[in-house]
């Protein structure tokens, strides 16, 4: 089993920024892949980033060049620094792991205002 914890949400005006932490614990194996998702309300969820355990990035193209995923392997965190913040990316945005299995943090809110 996996554990994930996010951090960072909250409110924030657009244009402005807002960076995400997801720490995982448990049975970690080397050579994952985490990444963050996101749904807004009446939407699915999509993907947002990924990041493999060799730091190979995957970006939907609405965020490219605003976000940037990163990864700390010792710490078993995984980061995404969102900048120019648009009311298009409001949403819960969800931390995951894939490995042996598939795991979801709880996720976190994130208010973009116009």
């Known amino acids: 089993q996996v554990q994930l914890v996010e951090s960072g949400g909250g409110l924030v005006q657009a244009g402005g920024s807002l960076r995400l932490s997801c720490t995982a614990s448990?049975?970690?194996?080397?050579?994952?892949?985490m990444g963050w998702y996101r749904q807004a309300p009446g939407s699915t969820r999509e993907l947002v980033a990924t990041?493999?355990?060799?730091?190979?990035?995957n970006y939907a193209d609405s965020v490219k060049g605003r976000f940037t995923i990163s990864r700390d392997n010792a710490k078993n965190t995984v980061y995404l620094q969102m900048n120019s913040l648009k009311p298009e990316d409001t949403g819960v945005y969800y931390c995951?792991?894939?490995?042996?299995?598939?795991?979801w943090g709880q996720g976190t809110q994130v208010t973009v205002s116009s």
């Open positions: 448990g049975n970690i194996l080397s050579m994952n892949v």
């Open positions: 990041i493999s355990y060799g730091a190979n990035t």
């Open positions: 995951n792991y894939r490995r042996v299995g598939n795991y």
